[in-house]
């Protein structure tokens, strides 16, 4: 297994720092997954970090893996959020909850330190 994860690493397959996400995308409804869907596969493409639920967890129970996975950031979603560009994102070290626009998501991650 350790030799597995050395390979991935090397090709870049899995995230620095010891494989644990810097980012989580939480969906509160259907249209919140498969928004994080679509969104975790444009992410990664770009550079960034990020894990999110497959599972149909409830939206406690994301935050809860987000927290066992180390994640930096949280970004919520659901069909509420969808319809005003809006996201909730939790900076789960300080605990404080800001929103942003999902027209300009990397670039407020950035701004974060959320990103490549």
Do not use: P, V
């Given at each position: 297994?350790?030799?597995l994860l050395m390979v991935m690493e090397k090709q870049k397959l899995v995230p620095p720092g010891g494989g644990h996400?810097?980012?989580?995308l939480a969906a509160?409804?259907?249209e919140g997954r498969k928004w994080a869907l679509?969104?975790?596969?444009d992410l990664r493409r770009g550079?960034?970090?990020c894990e999110l639920d497959l599972l149909g967890r409830s939206l406690k129970a994301q935050m809860r893996e987000a927290d066992r996975?180390?994640?930096s950031f949280v970004i919520a979603v659901g069909a509420d959020e969808l319809k005003r560009?809006?996201?909730?994102?939790k900076n789960m070290r300080s605990g404080k909850h800001h929103s942003v626009d999902l027209r300009n998501l990397a670039g407020e991650l950035a701004k974060l330190g959320g990103g490549p």
């Open positions: 297994m350790e030799r996400s810097l980012l989580f509160a409804d259907e679509r969104t975790a596969m550079g960034f970090a996975q180390q994640a560009n809006q996201a909730s994102i």
